[in-house]
């Protein structure tokens, strides 16, 4: 969650223009993702083959070896005195021959029971309910937190968006045009008279009892943007994302709509 919200576009605006980039925040994510994974596989080629496969396969000494790159690994202060006479026989690790009668589910099953009849037995009975009790509370404190975490930080982000959103009203635009980002403003109870909005983005825009007569709209992106109880009379939409949802209680007087885009 940290890499996402470091990575990954997170208003309205900056998801626009990500989505126009050949290499988005996505495709970055991914690979960031995936570096684990590659991490791993490159590791497998300097990672040695565990002691008991090799013991199985009758390559005791370089089980020893193994044994000895182990100890020395964890710097153990005792000195090494595991000889090949003293390393477990190929049996120890051989399971007992099972009947060929019986099929995998019954063979599942009994193992099952076999490991929840140990966990449940004196000796670790304990543990297991301390471990269960634990893994229960991490879990319950884990997306507690993190749920909590991620609703209250919205809210703040939310209400310090709110305000900072700029209140524009009683404003009359004649001939005007608009070629830049318009981002959290509301127009309200004002004229937009032979205006353009050209090669720009709404974000978070709200246009409140408002009148467009005549007006253009050309390459228009937008994000959260909304027209209410407002007039739009004789005006053009050319190459935009602005559908009839965006309209709300709106009245549209011979308005023409061309190439809409998604």
Known sequence: SILAHLILPTDGADIV?????????????????NLPIVTCMIGLIWTSESPRYLLEAS??????????????????????????????GRNAFREKPRSTSRNVITIGIDSFREVFQR??????????????TLHLLLGFLYMGISTFSASMIKELNNAHFSQL?????????????FNATIENVQYRDS?????????????????????????EFSDIKSSITYFENSTI???????????????INCNMINNTFVALIS
């Not at 089980?63 to 000195?79: C, M, P």
């Not at 966990?119 to 269960?132: F, H, K, Q, V």
């Not at 959103?165 to 045009?177: A, F, Q």
């Open 191 to 215: 004229y937009f008279i032979n205006v353009t909005f050209k090669h720009i983005e709404f974000n978070h825009v709200e246009f409140v009892n408002c009148l467009f007569e005549d007006a």
């Open 165 to 177: 959103k700029r209140h524009i009203s009683d404003v009359n635009y004649t001939g005007t045009v």
């Open 17 to 33: 223009s990500d989505n126009q980039e050949h290499w988005s925040s996505w495709h970055k994510m991914l690979m960031v993702n």
């Open 59 to 88: 390559r005791e000494v370089e089980a020893l070896e193994v044994y000895q790159k182990l100890h020395k690994i964890n710097r153990s202060r005792t000195q090494y005195g595991l000889t090949e006479l003293e390393l477990p």
């Open 119 to 132: 966990m449940l037995s004196p000796s670790n009975y304990r543990t297991t309910i301390l471990l269960g």
């Open 233 to 247: 009379k004789d005006s053009r939409f050319f190459d935009t994302d602005l559908t009839e949802h965006h309209f």
